[in-house]
């Protein structure tokens, strides 16, 4: 395990996602959203073995069940061996604070699990997930602040590595706030197709290709019919 950029004041952020060959991350109700082999599983795994946290928004978390988790004993192995202990943090982002209590990441207590919000989530909907998680941090504004909730992470949680997992919102949110520094992709031998398909960076464009997050290829290899990609992010090698 070796991170590459140095960062002062955050974790060194990497995203992980499998996508069809026509670029969507899940069908257009999100009914479909899990497309890849077995070998892009094992992936996911052992991209986890290295991270302090593991992060994901609140949409992924309730319509994929998902508890971001280590993976079984071979994985909690490999842990051990990146110096780390069996299980990462596990992190919630969303910015309404809206989120199912009743979500299968709750019904599993074997790490801790931290909530990033902002000021639009209600003191009511707080109330219900703070019996629920072990800490919160809330952006003043109304919208996120990802510099301020990575370095909070940083310094509160000693969180070196940060691996995202989704989905497409989240993933843009952190590529427009410039703390992104590794793209994992899976180019799985499908294609899904339609307008309102989910992409790996959903939400607003950027205006001009010039602003559009430059990307350099560290690794590639096939597996079978699978693409497995390592970019890293040119515009934050400095950090």
């Given amino acids: 395990m070796k991170t590459t950029a140095t960062q002062a004041k955050r974790p060194f952020v990497f995203i992980n996602m499998a996508m069809t060959a026509?670029?969507?991350?899940?069908?257009a109700n999100r009914a479909v959203?899990?497309?890849g082999s077995k070998r892009d599983i094992e992936q996911?795994?052992?991209?986890r073995t290295s991270a302090d946290a593991v992060m994901a928004g609140a949409r992924t978390l309730d319509l994929n069940k998902v508890l971001l988790?280590?993976?079984?004993?071979?994985f909690k192995k490999m842990r051990q061996r990146n110096g780390l202990g069996d299980y990462s943090?596990?992190?919630?982002?969303?910015?309404?604070g809206t989120i199912n209590p009743r979500a299968a990441i709750f019904q599993h207590k074997f790490s801790p699990i931290l909530l990033i919000t902002s000021k639009r989530a209600s003191a009511?909907?707080?109330?219900?997930l703070r019996p629920l998680v072990d800490d919160i941090f809330v952006s003043d504004s109304n919208t996120i602040d990802f510099k301020k909730a990575l370095e909070w992470l940083h310094e509160k949680w000693n969180v070196r590595r940060l691996l995202c997992e989704g989905g497409g919102e989240l993933n843009a949110a952190l590529f427009r706030a410039s703390c992104v520094d590794e793209v994992n992709l899976t180019i799985?031998?499908?294609v899904i197709g339609g307008r309102r398909a989910p992409t790996i960076a959903e939400g607003d464009s950027v205006r001009h290709l010039a602003d559009a997050a430059p990307l350099e290829l560290k690794s590639l290899r096939r597996v079978n019919s699978e693409i497995f990609l390592v970019y890293r992010v040119k515009s934050n090698?400095?950090?």
């Fill in 22 to 27: 026509d670029g969507k991350i899940a069908t």
């Fill in 33 to 35: 959203s899990s497309f």
């Fill in 44 to 47: 996911m795994y052992e991209l």
């Fill in 69 to 74: 988790g280590p993976g079984g004993e071979r």
């Fill in 89 to 96: 943090l596990r992190v919630i982002v969303s910015g309404s």
């Fill in 124 to 128: 009511s909907k707080l109330k219900s």
């Fill in 188 to 190: 799985c031998p499908k």
């Fill in 237 to 239: 090698a400095a950090h």
